[in-house]
C-alpha cells in the first residue's frame, strides 16, 4: 500500500480558509471545498494508527477496537480510522468470517431492557449503530455458526422457534447476543423470547449475569438440549445469580462444579425449590433456611424432589 502523508494543521487551516471563502450562493463550490476537508480528515484518521497505511481499512478497524475491549465505540470512530465509505461492510466481515465477538450498542439494549445487566459505561446514550468488542479471543467457529444462523432466518419460523433452533444446534457452546438477534431477523423482542425461553419453559439457558460469570457480557449458553421440570422454571436471573454464588456454583449435593464438565457426560447446574413452587414453594433465599437450592440435573432424577444437605 502507499504510504500517506497527513496534511499538517496549516494545511488544514487554509483548507477551512477556502470554504469561508466562497460565497454563500455558490453551492457546489463550497461543497467541492468540503470534499477537499473531507479528503484531509480521512488522510489524518489513516495515520492514527502506527504503520496504519500499510495495512487494509479492515485491519485498522480491528486493531481500534483491540485497543479498547469492552468500551461502546461510536460507529463515527470506525468511519475515521478505517478511512473509507464502506466501514461497516468489514465490520460485518470481523464478526462474521473472521470470528470477532463486535456486538452493537442495538443489541445490548435490547438485553438490557429485558433485565439484563449490562456493565458497559455510558449504554444508554449510545448510539444503537455504535460497536463494542465484547471479547479479545477470536472465535474460529463463528463462521459455521453466522451460516447455520442464515439458513434458519431464511426458514418459514417464529422467532421464538428461530432462536431456540439456532441455540440447540450450539448446545454448550456460547453465543453472542448478536447472532441470535441476526437469526430472529432483527425482531425487536428477541432478548424477550430468549427469556421466555428460559422463564415460561425452562430451556437452561444462562448469561455472564444468571449464573455463568465465565461467559463475557453479551454471550448466552444453552446448556442442555433438555427443557427444565416445570416446577423449577420460575426463578428470576437475579436470585438465581445470588444462589448460584452463595454455592459456589457446585451441586450442594456432591459437589460437582462446571470445571468437571466433559462432552462424554454433559452435566449442567440448576436451580430446585425445595417445596416445589406449584405447592407454594417460596422463589427467594433465606439466610437461615434457604427455600431455592442448586443441584446437577445429571445426578437428580427428573422426579425427584431435591432436598438441601
Known sequence: MVEITPPSKQAVAELFAAFEGT????????????????????????????????ISARDRILKYLQLYPGIIISYKELMIISAISEWARRVREL?????????????????????????????????????????????REAAFRWNTANS???????????????????????????????????ATEWARRIRELRTEQGWPIATHMSGRPDLVVGEYILESGIPGII????????????????DEYKCVRCGWSREAWTAA?????????????????????????????????????????????
Do not use: C
Open 23 to 54: 460565497h454563500p450562493s455558490d453551492i457546489r463550490e463550497r461543497v467541492l471545498r468540503l470534499v477537499d476537508l473531507y479528503d484531509a480528515v480521512v488522510a489524518i484518521g489513516k495515520s492514527i494508527l502506527p504503520e496504519a497505511s500499510k
Open 95 to 139: 464478526r462474521v468470517q473472521y470470528g470477532w465477538k463486535i456486538v452493537t450498542a442495538h443489541s445490548l439494549k435490547d438485553m438490557m431492557a429485558e433485565g439484563e445487566t449490562i456493565p458497559f459505561l455510558g449504554l444508554e446514550l449510545a448510539d444503537p449503530n455504535d460497536y463494542v468488542l465484547i471479547d479479545t479471543k477470536q472465535d
Open 231 to 246: 416446577h423449577d422454571r420460575y426463578i428470576p436471573d437475579e436470585i438465581r445469580a445470588s444462589i448460584l454464588e452463595r
Open 265 to 309: 457426560e454433559p452435566r449442567f447446574l440448576e436451580l430446585h425449590h425445595k417445596k416445589q413452587h406449584v405447592d407454594g414453594g417460596e422463589t427467594r433465599p433465606r439466610i437461615s433456611r434457604p427455600s431455592v437450592i442448586n443441584v446437577m440435573m445429571g445426578f437428580i432424577g427428573l422426579d425427584e424432589a431435591p432436598t438441601r444437605v
Open 152 to 186: 434458519i432466518r431464511r426458514r418459514n419460523l417464529s422467532v421464538k422457534e428461530a432462536i431456540l433452533e439456532f441455540l440447540k444446534l450450539n448446545v454448550g457452546k456460547p453465543v453472542s447476543g448478536e447472532e441470535l438477534r441476526y437469526v430472529a431477523n432483527e
